[in-house]
């Protein structure tokens, strides 16, 4: 299958700065990504949807200031969590949506997942 | 709209026996549905997935899941649980621009 390559795996920061963490669609072109955030012990909470050259549509809830969310072209989408603080320490998800054309039409792929911990 | 139900957050099984974890969905039109599974501080990894050609799914490692569209049901079976299968496992429905998970199940292999 489609690979989808997530970038760090792990993280640690102060408090007060800024993540950047990277998705990206190694072998087919991501017409749609998806950034989930789990927090401990629970499910996957969708934060947002991005398509490829327009602005991320936030799911109620998420500060779009606080998480920025870049999808500058089909295979790479950026999650940056800006001034970050301890409450902002998860697992934060992405998968991306394979375009109609190529192989896995449709189809969705996960990241293997980033957390990140504030100190 | 759509959305899927894991019935159980929680089941155990002793080792070498069946495993059935349960998922209903609601949707207005045919889904696509998936089931993944999630061991402790990894990705997601596709166990495998229902998009309207065979209602028996074969997935790896032995699962597999059957779509009843008249119970609105897409379990996950395998005959005979290893300790490796002990995770979290969700059902995950698609549209093209939504994805909605399930609230996830944890399954306990007992040796």
């Known amino acids: 299958g489609a690979v989808v390559s997530q970038h760090p795996s792990w ?3 102060k408090s ?3 993540v950047k963490i990277e998705c990206r669609s190694l072998d087919f072109q991501a017409t749609t990504m998806f950034w989930y ?9 969708l934060m947002a949807t991005s ?6 549509t936030y799911e109620q809830g998420v500060e779009k200031d606080k998480f920025l969310i870049n999808h500058a072209s089909l295979t790479l989408s950026t999650l940056t969590v800006t001034s970050a603080h301890p ?5 934060y998800i992405c998968s991306a949506r394979v375009g109609l054309r190529g192989p896995h039409p449709g189809e ?4 293997e997942g980033s957390r990140l911990t504030v100190l | 709209a759509q959305s899927v139900t894991q019935l159980d957050s929680h089941v155990s099984v002793s080792e070498g026996t069946p495993v059935l974890l349960r998922c209903n969905y609601s949707s207005s039109y045919s889904p696509s549905l998936f089931w993944y599974v999630q061991h402790p501080n990894k990705g997601l990894q596709l166990l495998l997935k229902y998009t309207s050609a065979a209602t028996l799914v074969k997935g790896i490692n032995g699962f597999e899941a059957e779509f009843k569209k008249s119970e609105t049901s897409f379990h996950l079976t395998k005959p005979s649980a290893h300790m490796s299968d002990a995770a979290e496992y969700f059902c995950v429905t698609a549209g093209y621009q939504k994805v909605t998970f399930g609230t996830g199940t ?6």
């Open chain 2, 106 to 111: 944890k399954l306990q292999v007992i040796p």
């Open chain 1, 87 to 91: 409450e902002d320490s998860s697992f």
């Open chain 1, 16 to 18: 007060g700065t800024s």
């Open chain 1, 51 to 56: 398509n490829e050259g327009s602005k991320a």
């Open chain 1, 108 to 111: 969705l792929f996960f990241g």
């Open chain 1, 37 to 45: 955030r789990q927090f401990p012990k629970q499910s996957l909470m």
């Open chain 1, 11 to 13: 993280v640690i920061c």
